[in-house]
């Protein structure tokens, strides 16, 4: 069954400051690697997504950076503000299908004023 | 937006009781999934479906089951729920292409007393 290490577990950053997630992964179908967002009570909504044939992705603040031979990619959230502060989920297509995720295990960010 | 829609999105219930949680899509994705997710813990996957008549058990060992008589309608049936079964339930789909996303509905919370 696919390992996925995602951390840290929480995080806590100011307003204006970068925060950063890690994931990790052991083996994957190479399809495509998302980042969601899931606020209390809510289901998890798609941040970012990142295909492996390119080694970063940009969409506003939200950063996804792959690093295919070291088996990691990371997201990062640029001018961190209240509103981002939410649990983050990576995931990672399984082998064998690409049609099922894995997710790592989470990541509690609150951003403080 | 993705448009897949769970209900009901809160429930009670007594021990013993047969439930069924209904999800659906007007996306025409034919993959679905159900993940089943303790509050602020990681999504663990115990149902899918690549199509009409076809489901599969998931990574993670589950209770319930599930049919697919038609593509858009995914529910997931509890024949005698247990307080073990207490969780919140996220319906997702996708459509089978390499680079999709998967979407998620807003959970069904379900507590069993």
């Known amino acids: 069954q696919q390992q996925v290490k995602q951390s840290p577990q929480s995080l806590i950053v100011q307003k204006g400051g970068i925060s950063i997630i890690n994931c990790a992964y052991e083996n994957t179908a190479f399809d495509y690697f998302p980042w969601y967002q899931q606020f209390p009570g809510k289901g998890p909504a798609l941040l970012i997504a990142i295909r492996p044939d390119v080694s970063e992705k940009k969409e506003g603040r939200f950063t996804i950076s792959f690093n295919k031979s070291a088996k990691q990619f990371s997201l990062h959230i640029m001018d961190s503000q209240p509103g981002d502060s939410a649990t983050y989920f990576c995931?990672?297509?399984?082998?064998?299908?690409?049609?099922?995720?894995?997710f790592g295990t989470g990541t509690r960010l609150q951003v403080t004023l | 937006e993705a448009d897949i829609y769970q209900t009901p999105r809160y429930l009670v219930i007594g021990t013993g009781k047969k439930i069924t949680l209904e999800c659906s899509q007007t996306m025409g994705h034919d993959k679905m999934y159900w993940y089943q997710q303790d509050p602020g813990m990681e999504l663990h996957l115990i149902h899918y479906s690549y199509g009409v008549n076809s489901t599969e058990k998931g990574d993670l060992s589950s209770e319930s089951t599930v049919s697919r008589i038609r593509t858009e309608h995914f529910p997931l049936t509890l024949e005698s729920a247990r307080p073990s079964h207490t969780s919140q339930y996220l319906c997702?789909?996708?459509?089978?292409?390499?680079?999709?996303?998967?979407?998620f509905g807003e959970g069904s919370w379900l507590t069993v007393v």
């Open positions: 995931a990672v297509p399984n082998t064998g299908t690409a049609s099922k995720l894995t």
């Open positions: 997702a789909s996708r459509l089978g292409k390499a680079g999709n996303t998967i979407y």
